[in-house]
């Protein structure tokens, strides 16, 4: 019988596969839109192909609520009561701290699968500085940060509240997720960029439903177990703390759902490298960019915390909710990542 352990390897190593036959990244579409990165006169097709994700996650995640299979409302990213302030400080800290490190977590966990060992700094700043932040002695800047800007709601999502006031389930989630939804395929598809590339569109497709899997991952699983675990998906800021916590000291602990996920993306990401003979070792090219890649990476391990999320984990897995909380992390995300492409592109001219 498989465990919730082995669920989540599978699912980290379908999602690490995927996003390196796709090469999916939220950043590598900022740059693109930006003209930046292999700009091309039709798109931004990596950003493209993330809107597409998302799309598919929203309709895929809203679509096993309305059945009934899994309670988006109890997901661990959607919350009631959450600091604004926080989380859009959390989400600007994460943004910037992806651009300095040119990679997010769950990119630098893909780069690392090929032989990239610039990643491999990042990711242990990022580890480490969220596990500070969650247990440590960042955890008292972390509690006065969420201090400001509070807000309590009745729901702590759009289809709840607007069932709240009213309507029925089906027009509510048609309302939330269809229209939202039905924007992001038009961007996804207006252009033909992301068309003409297969491998990105395929594993947009694939990642965003993905994201509904693990919904019903976690809620199998609760109902077959009487420990029951946090309703949870793809996210890797929280799970990457946990599992560098976990390699120090394992007696006595018991490994959850989110190392497990990691530890899958490595290894699917690595037997895509393997299959697209595309690995091949890479460090530094100079000591700054290694003083950026660890500044970055120390950034998004707090501010991934304060956001309760990354670039996926809020950007994809929160979103797919329609939580409210997530959406100034993931307005954080977005605007601080284009603050730090801004500046280095008028320093480069």
């Excluded at 960042?138 to 607007?162: E, K, S």
């Excluded at 992301?194 to 990642?207: D, P």
């Excluded at 497990?260 to 890479?282: D, K, P």
């Excluded at 998004?300 to 979103?319: E, H, N």
Aim: net charge positive; aromatic share 8%; with cysteine.
């Amino acid at each position: 019988m498989m465990t919730l352990l082995w669920a989540g390897f599978l699912l980290g190593a379908v999602f690490g596969a995927f996003a390196r036959l796709g090469r999916f990244c939220l950043l590598r579409g900022l740059r693109q839109a930006m003209g930046k990165d292999g700009e091309q006169r039709d798109g931004a097709p990596a950003l493209q192909a993330f809107a597409l994700a998302l799309a598919v996650a929203l309709l895929a995640s809203q679509g096993l609520a309305f059945l009934g299979q899994v309670d988006l409302n109890a997901a661990q990213v959607a919350r009631s009561n959450f600091s604004w302030i926080g989380a859009l400080t959390g989400g600007l800290l994460f943004g910037v701290g992806m651009a300095l490190a040119r990679s997010c977590g769950a990119r630098s966990l893909v780069l690392l699968a090929g032989g990239n060992l610039r990643s491999f700094v990042t990711l242990l700043c990022l580890a480490l500085a969220a596990q500070a932040s969650l247990t440590g002695v960042l955890a008292p800047v972390r509690l006065w940060l969420q201090g400001f800007g509070a807000v309590a709601l009745t729901h702590p999502t759009l289809p709840a509240q607007l069932q709240g006031s009213g309507l029925s389930a089906a027009v509510a989630i048609a309302l939330a997720a269809g229209v939202p939804a039905l924007g992001l395929l038009i961007y996804a598809f207006k252009q033909p960029a992301l068309r003409s590339s297969f491998a990105q569109l395929i594993s947009a497709v694939v990642i965003g439903l993905l994201i509904a899997v693990g919904w019903w991952t976690t809620t199998y699983f609760n109902a077959e177990s009487f420990e029951p675990v946090a309703l949870t998906s793809l996210s890797f800021v929280g799970p990457l703390a946990e599992g560098l916590l976990y390699l120090q000291t394992a007696v006595g602990r018991t490994l959850g759902i989110g190392p497990a996920i990691v530890a899958g993306t490595l290894a699917g990401a690595f037997l895509m490298a393997v299959l697209t003979r595309s690995v091949r070792f890479e460090v530094f090219d100079s000591p700054s960019r290694m003083v950026a890649s660890a500044i970055g990476g120390l950034m998004m391990g707090f501010g991934g915390v304060l956001a309760v999320g990354c670039s996926i984990g809020q950007g994809l897995t929160g979103l797919s909710t329609l939580a409210f909380a997530s959406i100034p992390s993931m307005t954080g995300i977005v605007v601080g990542a284009l603050i730090i492409l801004a500046l280095q592109a008028r320093t480069n001219n």
